[in-house]
């Protein structure tokens, strides 16, 4: 306890020890690529296959563990995650001794996951988010969590250095990339569906618990799990929350991949407007593509620049969500909260995600190039999966199912969901309409 | 209380039909595209391999300076904001 006290704050806690880490993988993948110093990648297993595949990407388990590079990225992905969040750990004033084998034992598991969703079959509906929380899950609804692992679930603490991380790659050049019509679709639509939610969540519905509700509502207009992860950790939501949210969701954009394509060619709607509205309303960015897909190379091109703006927002819709968190929800009593007040609620990683993408987009951006730029969210991409898989994990051997279906609120978390998406759908077409069909402005080109 | 009991058994039956139809999709291998190794499993943008051959080909045009996007990208940012503490207050 002493220990924590000699520390300043802005290396013992959480929210600024997320913003120093983030910081440190960025300067070194930045190093590691724009001197073209050394190779900083973290390992990834390529897709592969229990039966035989017809996809062309497929690597046989055989080659990837016979790869040296693979056995080297592995070693350098845990060195470097193991050495910051152990030494992270340590300025907190937690024992050391007992966390490094409970990291080990928490990347083996996170290893494990990215192994089961690499696979052909598993992989095409469900990625690692779905099989980190079930593993996690099965494990600590079973055979239960060894108390020597424990130390190692800090499920806020990855998320937030995950995080800091994904900032560098929100390029605030973006906004201007797509236009009025490109921003029209997103940054029109997308606040009033979580206004909309959060009416329906909060006054109508009554569920008391706002950020599940924030949440749910920010990934069903923003882009799913990504956005449930960032406003989650601004809202302070508890993993069950999450949990909910991403499950929810997962089903949901399964279903509207398969279902809005064959929907959109139904009513003869063109593939500039049908690829717009589908890049507004299905959450995950795969999914986004596949289906922009099946309606055809411009519907393709129009849905996944739509999502890309969606993506973009996550940021600024969870620095908002902090400081209306800080100032409105988390407030006790009806006095005014005063700056000072505001300062020590507000999740201050968020200042370390706004940094990250700042750097991005005004510093590294103008001097070294949109391809450098690239170059260095592609190895820090693989550091932010691996901090969100290890919270992930986290959740699923921190939660149990009866604490889940609790969260549920006896359905209306699944109403505010449906609501709201159908809600979405709706507006988004009315955008898409209004800016695309020709009534009102000039149909714009794709070029 | 009966109106309590028949909305939950609906939502019972509702999720339960949901989860049906997903798992046939599933099961099945609806809605993907041959030409494409990946589905809906690749949540952010980051896990589709070689992402950028979908955005650096086309882009709807702008036509503004850039100023003027960030003006209204803020200016609504704040409306809403504003519309979100009242929503709330009320």
């Not at chain 1, 279903?255 to 500039?272: C, K, S, T, W, Y």
Request: glycine share 8%; proline share 3%.
């Amino acid at each position: 306890m002493e220990n924590t006290k000699k520390v300043p704050d802005f290396w013992s806690k959480e929210d600024w020890q997320a913003c120093w880490l983030g910081f440190t993988i960025i300067l070194i993948a930045c190093i590691a690529v724009l001197a073209k110093a050394f190779d900083f990648s973290a390992v990834k297993f390529a897709t592969w296959s229990v039966g035989e595949a017809g996809a062309s990407n497929v690597v046989p388990l055989s080659e990837q563990f016979g790869n040296f590079a693979f056995w080297r990225k592995l070693l350098v992905t845990f060195g470097v995650l193991g050495f910051l969040f152990t030494l992270a750990v340590k300025l907190q004033g937690e024992s050391v001794k007992k966390y490094i084998p409970a990291f080990i034992g928490l990347f083996f598991i996170a290893l494990l996951v990215r192994f089961i969703s690499a696979e052909f079959t598993l992989n095409r509906y469900l990625e690692w988010a779905f099989w980190a929380l079930l593993v996690g899950l099965l494990i600590s609804n079973t055979v239960g969590v060894p108390q020597w692992l424990k130390p190692a679930i800090k499920t806020e603490f990855y998320i937030k250095t995950g995080l800091v991380i994904m900032g560098f790659s929100v390029l605030f050049s973006n906004i201007a990339r797509f236009g009025l019509y490109g921003l029209g679709i997103t940054w029109i639509v997308t606040p009033i569906v979580i206004l909309f939610m959060w009416w329906l969540g909060t006054k109508v519905l009554k569920i008391d618990n706002k950020p599940l509700v924030i949440t749910l509502s920010t990934a069903t207009s923003v882009c799913g799990t990504s956005a449930a992860i960032a406003t989650a950790a601004a809202s302070k939501a508890k993993k069950a929350d999450l949990t909910v949210v991403v499950s929810i969701s997962i089903i949901f954009t399964v279903l509207m991949m398969v279902f809005e394509p064959m929907i959109i060619r139904a009513i003869g709607m063109n593939q500039l407007m049908g690829g717009s509205l589908i890049g507004g309303t299905i959450d995950s960015t795969g999914a986004v593509v596949v289906a922009g897909t099946a309606l055809g190379p411009e519907a393709q091109t129009a849905a996944v620049l739509v999502k890309s703006i969606q993506n973009m927002l996550i940021g600024f819709i969870a620095f908002f969500v902090a400081i209306f968190f800080a100032t409105h929800v988390e407030k006790t009593n009806d006095r005014k909260v005063g700056p000072a007040e505001i300062w020590y609620r507000f999740p201050k990683f968020i200042i370390g995600f706004f940094a990250a993408s700042l750097i991005a987009s005004f510093l590294i951006l103008p001097l070294f190039g949109a391809d450098q730029v690239d170059a260095v969210n592609k190895v820090l991409d693989q550091y932010k999966n691996w901090c969100f898989v290890l919270a992930f994990t986290s959740i699923g051997l921190d939660t149990n199912f009866k604490e889940i279906a609790r969260q549920m609120q006896g359905g209306k978390v699944f109403w505010l969901y449906v609501i709201g998406q159908t809600f979405n759908i709706v507006l988004t077409f009315f955008a898409v309409w209004l800016l695309l069909s020709g009534v009102l402005f000039p149909i714009p080109t794709l070029s | 209380m009966n109106k309590k009991i028949i909305s939950r058994i609906l939502t019972w039956i509702f999720i339960g039909a949901v989860l049906s139809v997903c798992l046939y999709i599933m099961a099945n291998g609806l809605g993907l595209q041959p030409e494409l190794d990946f589905g809906a499993g690749a949540y952010y943008y980051a896990d589709i391999p070689d992402f950028d051959q979908y955005t650096e080909k086309a882009r709807f045009q702008a036509r503004l300076p850039y100023w003027v996007y960030l003006i209204l990208f803020l200016a609504w940012g704040a409306l809403m904001y504003a519309a979100w503490k009242w929503i709330d207050k009320k």
